[in-house]
């Protein structure tokens, strides 16, 4: 028996290739045995029972996007593969079990889907009401209110309570993975056809299709959307020159109140409400009416005369609110019709604010921005230029944290954008431990890992300003606590490094959207100082090297709030 295992063993080592092999064969065979004695019995799903299929996690649907290539054509799902509908909370049949779908025909294709999605929807309660299917574009939308996107988990009900939860009327869907909300639908009917493509976080739910809206007319929000609660107060203002061009819409209320006077404007789609005595003015923010010259509140505090507790302003002095519309001067986005043969970097610490700054780049320039990573996230929150290789020349500058000499001198120009470091180094390790809009746990600050976070991060948050300033080539320096002060004046400067004209009056739209929807809400407040004296000690010690760095090179130093100094 020894010998035969012997020549078995010199046998497949010179013949390696027979004996995976006969492996491979062995482990199929085993497979296919337990497999024949697994499947042996009939399946069946009784009709009182729920379908196993019902349990797809939907964070396993499209897990690949950052990988593939999207575009604006998508393969026809067949129609064994699609799920069967999920019902949230707007969507509750009034009887207990779900009613079956109706038989539509033998339809094919495109016509098939649309009819039964149809089919479905007029199913729903009216709560959520399928309106139809609308024409949309960049430059004029059907429903002027705010938007996001969510290229990865878009559900119907996802854009619906979200457009609920701020007051409005209508909840449109398009492209698979937009969501928009307004108060009034601006747009032209069409056919149920050409809402033809698949929710991305919803398979067996259609999300408009290219240029074109699903929209849904949002019942519960009725009463909701008369309050004014989530209007922002902007202040007091001094009366424009020509009050007519400045604030096109106007009319009086005898009986004014600031919820009467922001609801006019908000049904007339615009995004700022002025409040002149018995006058309600209605407009844009532009050169003519900027918001950039507060007065006195009191120069605005005379009460309205259909709400005692309320300042309603006068003739000469307006109280200003900005309502729920969204100004979309400033809102379409698109790729470079020419490649750029230099490469401009929008270079920062991690944590910095760096994604907030490639969004007010784009709204003002009305181009995407480029990253030199790739992250999924973002490209899913809409920065599709997230997706394109650095060099690709299509976007109007690079998202970059490199800090080495050879990665700086690749870049032509530079905008550098830095933070106070105990501001950056909390907001990027919230973002290590809870991604981009989220925050770290309790367990992580109290745990080894903030300690060992500060060890390695802190010397490269002065390391990186040093490196940017020695080895960059035209470079503009900005500081983020200026930019949050003084929007306007500081992203004129960023953009003029990009060589880009843009007009002041979409600078003026970019303050009113400045936020997005993604920007983290504030950093959490802990309930102790997450920084040692021996952690103050060192971060100190860099602050003052790139202060007087700074200085050297005629630049300005770093702000008063950098402290300890």
């Known amino acids: 028996m020894a010998k035969l295992l012997v020549k078995f063993q010199r046998y497949f080592r010179r013949k390696p290739v027979r004996f995976f092999t006969l492996i491979v064969l062995y482990l199929t065979a ?140 209508y909840a449109g869907l398009e492209f698979g993975a937009e969501c928009y909300c307004g108060h009034k639908i601006q747009a032209m009917n069409v056919s149920e056809s050409e809402c033809n493509m698949e929710c991305k976080g919803e398979k067996s739910n259609l999300c408009g299709g290219v240029d074109r809206l699903s929209i849904y007319r949002l019942e519960l929000a009725q009463e909701s959307a008369r309050r004014y609660g989530s209007a922002i107060f902007r202040g007091c203002f001094h009366r424009p020159d020509n009050v007519s061009l400045a604030l096109p819409v106007t009319t009086v209320m005898l009986n004014m109140s600031v919820d009467r006077c922001v609801d006019f404007c908000t049904d007339k789609e615009y995004p700022l409400a002025a409040l002149a005595g018995t006058s309600c003015h209605c407009g844009f923010p532009t050169t003519l009416f900027t918001l950039h010259e507060r007065e006195d509140e009191q120069l605005c505090a005379r009460k309205c005369s259909g709400e ?93 944290h490199e800090s080495g000499q050879k990665e700086i001198e690749s870049f032509d120009s530079a905008i550098l954008l830095i933070r106070n470091p105990y501001k950056a180094l909390m907001a990027e390790f919230n973002r290590k431990y809870g991604g981009h809009i989220g925050f770290a746990s309790h367990a992580h600050w109290k745990g080894k890992e903030w300690p060992e976070f500060i060890k390695n991060y802190a010397p490269w948050w002065a390391t990186h300003t040093l490196d940017w300033l020695k080895y960059g080539k035209n470079v503009l320096v900005v500081h983020f606590e200026d930019l949050k002060r003084d929007l306007f004046v500081q992203l004129k400067r960023m953009v003029g490094l990009l060589g880009i004209m843009v007009f002041e009056d979409r600078l003026l739209c970019v303050e009113g959207q400045k936020d997005g929807n993604f920007k983290r809400s504030g950093l959490r407040k802990l309930e102790y100082d997450p920084y040692t004296p021996e952690m103050r000690k060192m971060i100190s010690g860099y602050i003052k090297t790139v202060d007087m760095t700074l200085k050297l090179r005629n630049l300005t130093g770093v702000p008063d709030d950098y402290y300890p100094r």
């Open 30 to 169: 085993g497979s296919l045995v337990f497999l024949h004695s697994g499947f042996s019995g009939q399946l069946t799903i009784s009709e009182n029972k729920p379908n196993p299929i019902d349990g797809v996690n939907e964070g396993t649907e499209l897990q690949y996007l950052g990988v593939l290539q999207l575009n604006r054509g998508f393969k026809e799902v067949p129609e064994s593969m699609t799920y069967p509908r999920r019902y949230g909370p707007w969507f509750k049949s009034p009887s207990k079990d779900v009613p079956e779908r109706s038989k539509v025909g033998d339809y094919g294709g495109t016509w098939s889907r649309a009819l039964k999605g149809r089919d479905v929807r007029e199913k729903e309660e009216d709560r959520a009401k399928y309106i139809g299917c609308y024409v949309d574009n960049t430059h004029r939308r059907a429903l002027r209110g705010v938007s996001f996107f969510d290229y990865k988990k878009m559900t119907v009900f996802r854009c619906q309570d979200n457009c609920a939860e701020r007051g409005y009327l």
């Open 308 to 400: 005692e507790f309320e300042s309603c302003g006068n003739t000469e002095y307006f109280i200003v609110y900005q309502t729920q519309v969204q100004d979309n001067r400033c809102m379409d986005r698109r790729f470079l019709p020419a490649r750029l043969k230099q490469f401009i970097a929008l270079a920062s610490f991690p944590g910095a604010g760096n994604t907030w700054a490639r969004h007010l780049i784009e709204l003002a320039t009305g181009y995407y921005t480029g990253s030199y990573y790739f992250d999924g996230s973002l490209y899913n929150k809409g920065f599709k230029g997230e997706r394109d290789h650095w060099r690709s020349g299509r976007t109007v500058c690079i998202k970059t």
